[in-house]
């Protein structure tokens, strides 16, 4: 909600007046952030047409190429436009080192010019065009007057545009600016100018513009899939020495800029959505995925030499070389990690790319008719999408509980009800103010019908800042008539919750034998009906059944991992081919599978190959769909296998092999 304009305006006149005869500055009333919405009904934007577009939001110029590859690569391969901005400079000490060089004096204006000079150079070759082609560079009018820096790079039908918005990356008041302007309400921060930059006046931001320009950016933009950076980081506990020589934030698994972007990101986009419920607006169509970042360093690399190649070279022209001729005078790149340093740095982020919520894609259900229904997310809200003939899929209709981070749980009973399980951002506000996750609960009336109302399961964790680590929700309906719902924690151990068959819930618990794991777990039903839990750990693949974890050792995974009748499916560390029971299972790639196990054609496997292309492995045949998918599930019927994917349009496809 918004202070209504008429005291908006009292309050500010009156705390000018008080400025004036107290001669020191006040800040401005502070708006309320959006508060959680899970009423259903609203109506969503249509996506008809096809019309996509991908924005991201990073920090630092290179987030991007380094945490969100290779999704956008693919994405903007597909002929996606890409619209990526960049809340700070990139200034650093403004020394750009070039290995076997003396150093330079620091010039921060020149190094904020030479990273944007790298990345227009990586985005060109991504287009297919001359590194050093042309790009057209403006002012871009923002908010309160404010300027940023626009370049934009248009090849036939595909387009690049990066928006800078220069917040500088240090303060006079704390080494960190962008986690204190998250932090403090007093604060103010002065734009940093980048040389030979369009913008040529500095502009100033508090916690509420900032929001305020993300919004109008999203608004002007209307994307239909977001990439952002991670706001809830791991916990890691780390030496000092080490946390620094890691460029960690104290406690925390990633960089501090990295975080307050994506909490300023989030709080963009609840805003957003708030406000265009709020004016009688449809809610935007878009999906989410979140990246973590150098919590890359600290867990099994997951991606295979092919994939990485491919990574790394988006990232060789973004660290450049003196001696090319850019045309840029402040420098062709961001030296320090030109060449191969990529690939040979200690810290091995480039070598993993890692959701922050990861899930299997839309939840499936087979309905009474035999039509499927798939639910997700879209515009921070759960939807639900139906079937009018195989393979036609109506619009989506808003069955509320926002704001939702991306994945969502299922389950469904016995009696064919569906369960839907997903993580709320209950309270989402910097300044000292609530920062809040909850797991919640959408209980299906009846097979194929309406919903109950929204309920709060809590969290496995004690205290908001421990409550934020909650993973992506898994469940499973045991043939008993109870739902078996596990979370990972803030420990990276697994919670659980059971549901009786009376629909009562037991108190949240942690599992046994809970080593370090990552998120992404896997759960499914062997044929005695025993619950079988997997999830990539340190050391080797947990494995719990029944809650009980076992002891026999499995291979070490490097990605997430996949489970069908009771049998885990992972990959090797750096490694392409997919490992199952009994060896190499047939289906070369890299990230999330999905498995289920088919009385006809036994265990089929769903992924992404190395090309990017989503691949399907049934009756010992391997099949694949050209083009890119947001995220992919897979649904066994009287037909076989169906494929239902949520395109970069918002809209879902089917897929029958």
Known sequence: MHTPPRRRTVLAAALAVLSATAGCSVPEPRRTAPTADPAPGRPIAS??????????????????????????????????????????????NGRNRIAGMPDTPPDPAAYSAARRQGLRQSYAAALGLPMFTPWRREALALPGGRRAESDTLVHGARRVELVFLDLPMHSGRRYMALPALWQDRAL??????????????????????????????LRRHRPTVVHTLDPDPDIQLSDEATRKRNSEQPGYSDHGDHTAAASFTWAALCRWVADAVRDGEPVPAFTTTAFRGYYNRHWPKNLPPEVLKEKAARLVPYGGNPSWPCGNPSGCGDYGVSG??????????????????????????????????????????????????PGVWGEPVD????????????????????????????ALDGHGAANRREVVLLEQRSPGGPFLAWRGLGNPERGDDRGRRIGAPVAVAAPDGRVHLFVRNAD?????????????????????????VQDGLAVSLDASGRVHLYAAGRE???????????TVPLPLSGSTVASAGGAPYFRAPASAPLIGP?????????????????PALGTVLLGTDEEGRTALRAGGRLRTRKGPAVSTALHLGARGPVVVGLGADGRPWSWRP
Not at 492 to 516: C, F, I, M, N
Not at 582 to 598: E, M, P
């Open 47 to 92: 996506s008809r047409g096809g019309r996509a577009l991908l924005m991201q939001f990073s920090a630092h110029p290179d987030d991007d190429l380094y945490f969100m590859n290779p999704d956008t690569r693919r994405l903007l391969d597909a002929g996606v436009p890409l619209v990526s901005v960049y809340v700070t400079a990139g200034e650093h």
């Open 188 to 217: 103010e921060l002065r734009t940093h100018l980048s040389a030979g930059s369009p913008v040529t006046r500095a502009g100033t931001y508090d916690y509420d513009q900032l929001v305020d320009v993300l919004v109008e950016l």
């Open 340 to 389: 191969d340093r990529p690939l040979t740095n200690r810290k091995g982020w480039v070598r993993s790319t890692h959701h922050r919520w990861p899930g299997p894609g839309p939840a499936l259900a087979e309905e009474p008719g035999g039509r499927l229904a798939a639910y997700g997310v879209l515009g921070l809200r759960a939807v639900r999408w139906r079937e009018s003939a």
């Open 399 to 426: 069955l509320g509980g926002g704001p939702l981070a991306p994945a969502l749980g299922s389950a469904v009973l016995g009696d064919g009800r569906v369960l839907l399980l997903g993580v709320r951002f209950a």
């Open 492 to 516: 990276k151990g697994v919670s659980t919750r059971v549901r009786a068959t009376d629909g009562t819930w037991s108190p949240w618990r942690p599992l046994p034998g809970g080593a370090e």
């Open 540 to 550: 080797h693949v947990r494995h719990w059944v029944d809650g009980v974890p076992q």
């Open 582 to 598: 009994d060896g190499d299972a047939g289906l070369d790639g890299y990230g999330g599978v999905v498995a289920a196990r088919s």
